[in-house]
């Protein structure tokens, strides 16, 4: 619903809805530890919109329209095109078949909640990462 009811405008950093309908940047928030950007507009704009119904960020009871994303949300939508593509989609089969079985057997045969780090090139790489692949 989000991609046909309301579109992003990067540069003004506003959504706009199909009815033309800005919902404008109110400010950043730290919201259950996770800094959030805010969107919204008053819904008198919306009462007479004819998909106010089909509409996600739409609240009837509080007569408002908010948007609530986190900061890094450019981040995710450029991981989620990149995860897309033929390669990611080959990455993904090889790391589901090598690394996550040992990580699955050590959280749920052997009851590890939290592994500790090894050193190794001065970057720290979980140790059942170190030993499932291939150096």
Request: hydrophobic letters at 30%; glycine letters at 6%; aromatic letters at 10%.
């Amino acid at each position: 619903m989000k991609e046909r009811t309301l579109h992003t405008h990067p540069e003004g950093d506003y959504y706009e809805c199909i009815n033309g309908i800005r919902v404008t940047y109110t400010g950043t928030y730290l919201i259950n530890g996770y800094w959030m950007k805010q969107y919204d507009t008053t819904g008198k704009n919306c009462t007479e919109c004819p998909i106010k119904d089909e509409c996600f960020a739409y609240k009837a009871k509080q007569k408002r329209v908010i948007i609530k994303e986190t900061v890094e949300k450019p981040f995710y939508d450029r991981m989620h095109v990149r995860m897309e593509t033929r390669k990611a989609k080959r990455l993904m089969k090889v790391r589901q078949s090598t690394v996550e079985p040992v990580i699955g057997t050590l959280v749920n045969y052997l009851g590890i909640k939290r592994a500790q780090a090894a050193r190794l090139n001065q970057q720290e790489i979980p140790l059942p990462l170190c030993f499932s692949q291939r150096f």
